[in-house]
C-alpha cells in the first residue's frame, strides 16, 4: 500500500505528518511512502532527508492525492484537495468537522475514509495515538512564550539598584494537557501561577506543580468524562464570572484553554473582565480557533482592547514546526500500526479507537460512537465538601506510612516485628550474660567482644528509630551520610582483615569489606541519580 504526504497548503502551516524518521518506521509496516517535494521545509526536514530514508519526492500535490491509497495530513483538507483525492482513498488528519460541517460531506461524496485524529477517544490504550495532547502540550508552552514576547516585564521578580519589579501573576483558564503545559513554562520563568478548572479532580495536579487552584463557591461536578470539562449550570456561571472579575485586577497574564467537545468554545474572560485587567496585561486565547474563552478576541490576530494585548492565533503548534511534526508523526505511525499495517490493514470498526476517530466509510457517514468509559488515572472527583481540618500527628503519621492495610500486610509486618523482637531479645541475653560472666581473670577479647556487642546493640536500635523516621525530603542527605559511614565501616574492615588468612578477624574484615562495598557503591549509585533529576 502507498502511503502519500502532500505539502501542507494553509498559510502559516509549517508542520508535517511525517518526519525523515517515520517513513523507515512506515517502510517497517510495509508500506510505500510517496512525499510531495518541500513538504517538510518548514519542519526542518529536507528531500534529501526523505529520500534517504527510502520515500519517494513526487513533484506536486496531485501526485500524492490521485496517487496514494492513504493519504496523511495535519490540517483539514482544502476544497481543491478534496477534489484531488480519488474515491476509496483513506484521509487520515485532523478533520474539525464543526467549523465545516460540509467538510465531511463533501469527503464522503467521493467515499473516502475519513479518520479525525481530534476523534482519537481519550482512553489508556490510545495514548500514543493521542495527537490532540501531543500538539496540545506544546501549545501551551508556546503560549507562555508568546505571552512573555507580548508582556513588558519579567516573569520573576528582580531587585535591582534602580528599584524591586514585582513577580509576574499567570492565570490558567482549563487545566488541560495545554493549561498544565502552561503552568509548568511559567513556573519554569519565574511567574506565580494560579488556575480554574471546572474539574476538582485536577486540583491536586496543579498543586503539585506549585500553582495555587482557584474555586467558586458553588458545589457542582464540571467532569464531562474523557479527559473533557463538561457544560456548567447557569448558577456555576455565576459565580464563576464574579471569581474571574476579582482574578482580572490582579493577574498580568490570562492563558484560556477550555474547550467543550463538539461545542464551540465557551465565553469565560467577558469584555467586563479585560477592562478590569491592568494596562500592559496580556490574554493568550488557545481556544481561539473554537470562537475563543475571551469576547475580544479575533482570530488569527493579535489586538489591544482597553489597553490589553489580546493574542488569538491558532498556529501557536506550527511555531514549533519541528518538535510538533516530530510528535504527530509519532502517532500517525501507533495508528497505521493499529490498523493493521500494510500486510493486515482494516478499518476494524469494532476496535473502539478506529470506531471513535471513523467519521465517514463506505459512502457513510457515521453516527458518533457512545461515549468511552474513563481511563483508569482518571479518578472522579467528589463534590466540593467543607474544609479538612489536619489531622493529628498520629493519624498523619499512619498515613505516611501507607494507611489503611489490608490483612495479609498486617500479619506480614507481624512476623516480620516477631522476627525483629527475637533477634532483639537473643542480643540482650547474651548482652547480659556475658556482663554477668565478666570477671577480673576475663580474657581481654572477651571483654572487648562486649564493649563492640553493646556499641552494636545501641546502634541498631537508635539506628532503626531514626531511619525509620526520617521525613522523606531528607532520604538523598540520608544516603549521603549512609555512605560516609560505610567508607568508615570499609576502613575498619581492612584494618582487621591481617593475619591469619582463615582466622575469625580476617574472615569477618573481609565480610565487612564487602558488604561495606556494596552499600557504599549502591548509595553512590542511587544519589547519583537522584541527583540528575534536579539537572536541567
Given at each position: 500500500?502507498?502511503?502519500?504526504?502532500?505539502?501542507?497548503?494553509?498559510?502559516g502551516e509549517?508542520?508535517?505528518?511525517?518526519?525523515?524518521?517515520?517513513?523507515?518506521?512506515?517502510?517497517d509496516?510495509?508500506?510505500?511512502?510517496a512525499?510531495?517535494?518541500?513538504?517538510g521545509?518548514?519542519?526542518a526536514?529536507?528531500?534529501?532527508?526523505y529520500?534517504?530514508?527510502?520515500?519517494?519526492?513526487?513533484?506536486d500535490a496531485?501526485a500524492?492525492?490521485?496517487?496514494?491509497?492513504?493519504?496523511?495530513?495535519?490540517r483539514?483538507?482544502?476544497d481543491?484537495?478534496?477534489?484531488g483525492?480519488?474515491e476509496?482513498?483513506?484521509?487520515?488528519?485532523?478533520v474539525h468537522?464543526?467549523?465545516?460541517?460540509?467538510?465531511?460531506?463533501?469527503?464522503?461524496?467521493?467515499?473516502?475514509t475519513?479518520?479525525?485524529?481530534?476523534?482519537?477517544?481519550?482512553?489508556?490504550?490510545?495514548?500514543?495515538m493521542?495527537?490532540?495532547?501531543s500538539?496540545?502540550?506544546l501549545?501551551?508552552?508556546?503560549?507562555?512564550i508568546?505571552a512573555a514576547?507580548?508582556?513588558?516585564?519579567f516573569f520573576?521578580?528582580?531587585?535591582t539598584?534602580?528599584?524591586?519589579?514585582?513577580?509576574?501573576?499567570?492565570?490558567?483558564?482549563?487545566?488541560?494537557v495545554?493549561?498544565?503545559?502552561?503552568?509548568?513554562?511559567a513556573?519554569g520563568?519565574?511567574?506565580?501561577?494560579?488556575?480554574?478548572?471546572?474539574?476538582?479532580?485536577v486540583?491536586?495536579?496543579?498543586?503539585?506543580m506549585?500553582?495555587?487552584?482557584?474555586?467558586?463557591?458553588?458545589?457542582e461536578d464540571?467532569?464531562?468524562?474523557g479527559?473533557?470539562?463538561?457544560?456548567?449550570?447557569p448558577?456555576?456561571?455565576?459565580a464563576?464570572?464574579a471569581?474571574?472579575?476579582?482574578?482580572?485586577?490582579?493577574?498580568d497574564?490570562v492563558?484560556?484553554?477550555?474547550l467543550?467537545?463538539?461545542?464551540?468554545?465557551?465565553?469565560?474572560?467577558?469584555e467586563?473582565h479585560?477592562?478590569?485587567?491592568?494596562?500592559?496585561?496580556?490574554?493568550v486565547?488557545?481556544?481561539?480557533e473554537?470562537?475563543?474563552n475571551?469576547?475580544c478576541?479575533?482570530?488569527?490576530?493579535?489586538?489591544?482592547?482597553?489597553g490589553?494585548?489580546i493574542i488569538?492565533?491558532t498556529d501557536?503548534?506550527?511555531?514549533?514546526?519541528?518538535?510538533?511534526?516530530?510528535?504527530?508523526?509519532?502517532?500517525?505511525v501507533?495508528?497505521?500500526?493499529?490498523?493493521?499495517?500494510?500486510?493486515?490493514?482494516?478499518?476494524?470498526l469494532?476496535?473502539e479507537?478506529?470506531?471513535?476517530?471513523?467519521?465517514?466509510h463506505?459512502?457513510?457517514?457515521?453516527?458518533?460512537?457512545?461515549p468511552?468509559q474513563?481511563?483508569?488515572?482518571a479518578?472522579k472527583?467528589?463534590?466540593a465538601?467543607?474544609?479538612?481540618?489536619s489531622p493529628?500527628?498520629?493519624?498523619?503519621?499512619?498515613?505516611?506510612h501507607?494507611?489503611?492495610?489490608?490483612?495479609?500486610e498486617?500479619?506480614?509486618?507481624?512476623r516480620?516485628?516477631?522476627?525483629?523482637?527475637?533477634?532483639?531479645?537473643?542480643?540482650?541475653?547474651?548482652w547480659?550474660?556475658?556482663?554477668?560472666?565478666?570477671?577480673?581473670?576475663v580474657?581481654?577479647?572477651?571483654?572487648e567482644?562486649?564493649?563492640?556487642l553493646?556499641v552494636f546493640?545501641?546502634?541498631?536500635?537508635?539506628?532503626?528509630q531514626?531511619?525509620?523516621?526520617?521525613?522523606?525530603?531528607l532520604?538523598?542527605?540520608l544516603m549521603?551520610?549512609?555512605?560516609?559511614?560505610?567508607?568508615?565501616i570499609?576502613?575498619?574492615?581492612?584494618?582487621?582483615?591481617?593475619?591469619?588468612?582463615?582466622?575469625?578477624?580476617?574472615?569477618l574484615g573481609?565480610?565487612a569489606?564487602?558488604?561495606?562495598?556494596?552499600?557504599?557503591?549502591?548509595g553512590?549509585?542511587?544519589?547519583?541519580?537522584m541527583?540528575?533529576?534536579f539537572?536541567?
Amino acid at each position: 500500500m502507498r502511503v502519500g504526504i502532500p505539502k501542507e497548503t494553509l498559510q502559516g502551516e509549517r508542520r508535517v505528518a511525517v518526519t525523515p524518521d517515520t517513513v523507515r518506521k512506515l517502510r517497517d509496516l510495509g508500506f510505500t511512502v510517496a512525499i510531495e517535494t518541500g513538504a517538510g521545509q518548514g519542519a526542518a526536514c529536507t528531500d534529501e532527508a526523505y529520500q534517504a530514508a527510502g520515500a519517494e519526492i513526487v513533484p506536486d500535490a496531485a501526485a500524492v492525492l490521485g496517487g496514494c491509497e492513504i493519504v496523511l495530513k495535519v490540517r483539514p483538507p482544502s476544497d481543491t484537495e478534496i477534489e484531488g483525492l480519488r474515491e476509496g482513498t483513506t484521509l487520515i488528519s485532523f478533520v474539525h468537522k464543526l467549523q465545516d460541517p460540509a467538510r465531511l460531506d463533501r469527503l464522503n461524496a467521493r467515499r473516502v475514509t475519513v479518520l479525525a485524529m481530534e476523534a482519537v477517544p481519550r482512553i489508556s490504550r490510545a495514548q500514543k495515538m493521542d495527537a490532540l495532547s501531543s500538539q496540545a502540550n506544546l501549545v501551551g508552552y508556546r503560549a507562555v512564550i508568546e505571552a512573555a514576547h507580548n508582556f513588558g516585564s519579567f516573569f520573576t521578580q528582580q531587585i535591582t539598584a534602580a528599584g524591586k519589579i514585582p513577580q509576574a501573576k499567570v492565570l490558567v483558564i482549563g487545566a488541560g494537557v495545554a493549561g498544565l503545559a502552561a503552568l509548568g513554562a511559567a513556573k519554569g520563568l519565574g511567574a506565580a501561577i494560579r488556575a480554574f478548572d471546572t474539574r476538582a479532580s485536577v486540583k491536586e495536579q496543579i498543586q503539585s506543580m506549585g500553582g495555587e487552584f482557584l474555586e467558586v463557591q458553588y458545589t457542582e461536578d464540571g467532569d464531562g468524562g474523557g479527559g473533557y470539562a463538561k457544560e456548567m449550570s447557569p448558577a456555576f456561571i455565576e459565580a464563576e464570572m464574579a471569581l474571574f472579575a476579582q482574578q482580572a485586577a490582579e493577574v498580568d497574564i490570562v492563558i484560556t484553554t477550555a474547550l467543550i467537545p463538539n461545542k464551540p468554545a465557551p465565553k469565560l474572560w467577558l469584555e467586563a473582565h479585560v477592562k478590569l485587567m491592568k494596562p500592559g496585561s496580556v490574554v493568550v486565547d488557545l481556544a481561539a480557533e473554537n470562537g475563543g474563552n475571551c469576547e475580544c478576541t479575533v482570530k488569527d490576530e493579535i489586538v489591544v482592547r482597553h489597553g490589553v494585548t489580546i493574542i488569538g492565533l491558532t498556529d501557536h503548534a506550527s511555531r514549533v514546526a519541528t518538535t510538533a511534526s516530530q510528535l504527530y508523526s509519532m502517532n500517525m505511525v501507533h495508528f497505521l500500526t493499529d490498523l493493521g499495517g500494510a500486510a493486515k490493514w482494516n478499518v476494524n470498526l469494532d476496535d473502539e479507537i478506529i470506531r471513535g476517530a471513523c467519521l465517514a466509510h463506505d459512502g457513510a457517514i457515521l453516527a458518533p460512537p457512545p461515549p468511552s468509559q474513563p481511563s483508569p488515572g482518571a479518578v472522579k472527583a467528589a463534590p466540593a465538601a467543607a474544609p479538612i481540618v489536619s489531622p493529628p500527628p498520629a493519624a498523619r503519621k499512619a498515613k505516611r506510612h501507607g494507611g489503611h492495610k489490608t490483612l495479609t500486610e498486617t500479619k506480614t509486618e507481624a512476623r516480620k516485628s516477631y522476627v525483629y523482637e527475637s533477634i532483639g531479645l537473643l542480643l540482650i541475653a547474651l548482652w547480659i550474660y556475658l556482663k554477668l560472666s565478666v570477671t577480673g581473670t576475663v580474657s581481654t577479647h572477651t571483654t572487648e567482644f562486649l564493649q563492640h556487642l553493646t556499641v552494636f546493640i545501641l546502634a541498631c536500635f537508635v539506628g532503626w528509630q531514626v531511619v525509620w523516621n526520617v521525613t522523606a525530603a531528607l532520604h538523598t542527605p540520608l544516603m549521603s551520610v549512609t555512605n560516609a559511614i560505610s567508607g568508615i565501616i570499609l576502613i575498619g574492615g581492612m584494618m582487621h582483615a591481617h593475619g591469619d588468612a582463615m582466622g575469625p578477624a580476617a574472615l569477618l574484615g573481609t565480610l565487612a569489606i564487602l558488604l561495606a562495598t556494596i552499600n557504599a557503591a549502591g548509595g553512590f549509585l542511587v544519589t547519583h541519580r537522584m541527583l540528575k533529576m534536579f539537572r536541567k
